[in-house]
């Protein structure tokens, strides 16, 4: 089974600032199958980026993913409040179907 | 509008059951592969169970391997998961998500259920 390990747990930054998120596959794996979430308080998860760096729907522009093999990252160009969140790599596989990472969590600093 | 409903949720003892529902509009629901995805308090995504399209594979996480059975009735639109001998770390709000056409990820979430285990 592929353990993904999401760093750093915790990432505090201010608006503005450029935001990268890591996400470590425990064997190489391929980029369709890599995907990340975002989610606020409350709420449901919300895709973000597909098949390693495809934006999804209505992305804004600012967030961007890249990564191949076991490494991969998420990256928010220029914080906006809004996105300051808990996010989530994704992984597809045979069994189990799906994986999660623990999360990052980005947080005002 | 693309929308998944969940329902079902509430207080149970443990070793109870419980049956989750969750109904699905404006998409085609019979070709869609669906899934259920947990959220324990205060802690992350734990993908549950997959279910393919037409019923024929469905796959689940060892943690509810045996006590948990996920159904869909495309003729309603409805994906169910059936939950038994329910243990406290079952405690969490419950997910059901559309997996993309053609592609490996959940583009569309309900809002949730939420589960409490308790004595």
């Known amino acids: 089974e592929i353990v993904l390990m999401q760093s750093p747990g915790t990432l505090s930054l201010s608006p503005g600032e450029r935001a990268t998120l890591s996400c470590r596959a425990s064997?190489?794996?391929?980029?369709?199958?890599l995907a990340w979430y975002q989610q606020k308080p409350g709420q449901a998860p919300r895709l973000l980026i597909y098949?390693?760096?495809s934006r999804a729907t209505g992305i804004p522009d600012r967030f961007s993913g890249s990564g191949s093999g076991t490494d991969f990252t998420l990256t928010i160009s220029r914080l906006e409040p809004e996105d300051f969140a808990v996010y989530y790599c994704?992984?597809?596989?045979?069994?189990?179907?799906?994986?999660f990472g623990q999360g990052t969590k980005l947080e005002i600093k | 509008e693309v929308q998944l409903v969940e329902s079902g949720g509430g207080s149970v003892q443990p070793g109870g059951s419980l049956r989750l529902s969750c109904a699905a509009s404006?998409?085609?629901?019979?070709?869609?592969?669906m899934n259920w995805v947990r959220q324990a308090p205060g802690k992350g995504l734990e993908w549950v169970s997959y279910?393919?399209?037409?019923?024929?594979?469905?796959d689940y996480a060892d943690s509810v391997k045996g006590r948990f059975t996920i159904s869909r009735d495309n003729g309603k639109n409805s994906l169910y998961l059936q939950m038994n001998s329910l243990r406290a770390e079952d405690t969490a709000v419950y997910y059901c998500?559309?997996?993309?056409?053609?592609?490996?990820?959940?583009?569309?979430w309900g809002k949730g259920t939420t589960v409490t285990v308790s004595s």
């Open positions: 994704q992984l597809y596989g045979s069994s189990p179907t799906y994986t």
């Open positions: 998500a559309r997996e993309a056409t053609y592609h490996y990820y959940m583009d569309v």
């Open positions: 098949g390693a760096s």
């Open positions: 404006g998409f085609t629901f019979r070709s869609s592969r």
């Open positions: 064997q190489s794996v391929s980029s369709n199958y």
């Open positions: 279910i393919s399209s037409n019923t024929d594979t469905v």
